[in-house]
């Protein structure tokens, strides 16, 4: 997403778009007003005050849901109604990202994102949890479960990132291109839609109400300078030896149609991972979360339940 979102940048700035392209941030307390009301609440986890919602019953098993890039909590927001009669459910905006917003060490590398974590887990009373993430929350979710395996109960993995690709190779930190600096300045509407669309197999699913929340939460004061170091301090580790390290049982998650991260991907998690299943959906993206919450939710809470 960190890749797309330059890549709208840089072609708006070349094609010689104007001031009008200029996108100041959104007052924080109008965000707030919109996106933050109950059952919402800040909770200050290792020097962040954390946007959280944990909803169900506090005595049940915990789930920690971790977003992708550039998205909020809200995009659980279906699985959350669904989970929350038998499962005491957590989702967050991670660091950097929507109303939680800039860390402020300016530290966006993984182990910064682990050690949040696990202060947050720590705050809110929950020992031991199952983990999901989507994406790049999904590599969270796997470094997490790498580093705190006594923390993780059961892992969920949707189409994680953490393998290289064209342009992302192993132990260095990615070029920020210079014009891609212009983000904190300008989020081209006529780019970014489509752009976001490509996350689903149908594109018809990005309506104008969700468009609007992920455009609000990248106009979040502060999230998109966040955007920018936390692309400039993303250095991928060699992934086995860390995924090596999990003990918790896995469950990989792909949308066939995913055209961010490979469907092909998940074999080479499975490859590593000993204790995995995989379930995939013919016609679903990149969010079978948001396409199909309560399809792609029915082998996930059979998995969390076991």
Excluded: C
Aim: proline fraction near 9%.
């Amino acid at each position: 997403m960190a890749a797309i979102i330059a890549a709208a940048v840089l072609v708006a700035v070349l094609g010689g778009a104007g001031a009008w392209l200029y996108a100041p941030d959104k007052p924080r307390a109008a965000l707030e007003a919109k996106y933050a009301g109950p059952p919402s609440r800040f909770v200050e986890a290792a020097g962040v005050s954390v946007h959280v919602r944990d909803t169900g019953p506090k005595d049940a098993p915990a789930v920690l849901l971790l977003h992708g890039f550039g998205a909020s909590l809200h995009t659980w927001e279906e699985w959350a109604r669904l989970l929350e009669a038998g499962f005491r459910v957590v989702r967050l905006d991670l660091p950097g990202f929507g109303l939680t917003g800039p860390d402020p060490t300016g530290d966006y590398t993984d182990a910064r994102t682990v050690r949040v974590l696990a202060a947050l887990m720590d705050g809110l009373g929950i020992r031991r949890a199952g983990v999901v993430g989507s994406s790049m929350g999904g590599r969270m979710a796997w470094v997490f479960a790498a580093e705190e395996p006594g923390r993780v109960d059961k892992l969920v993995l949707m189409a994680p990132d953490g393998f290289a690709s064209a342009g992302r190779e192993y132990g260095k930190a990615p070029k920020v291109p210079l014009l891609a600096r212009l983000l904190p300045y300008v989020l081209p509407e006529r780019l970014l839609r489509p752009m976001l669309a490509r996350a689903y197999g149908d594109p018809a699913v990005l309506t104008e109400g969700v468009y609007a929340r992920y455009r609000d939460m990248l106009l979040a004061p502060g999230v998109r300078r966040a955007i920018l170091a936390r692309v400039g301090q993303s250095v991928l580790p060699e992934p086995e030896p860390l995924l090596r390290l999990i003990r918790a049982p896995t469950l990989l998650v792909w949308g066939e149609k995913d055209a961010l991260v490979p469907f092909t991907n998940a074999a080479d998690y499975a490859k590593v991972l000993p204790d995995s299943a995989t379930v995939s959906f013919a016609d679903l993206g990149h969010v079978p979360h948001e396409e199909a919450p309560a399809r792609s939710l029915e082998p996930v809470r059979a998995f969390l339940a076991r």
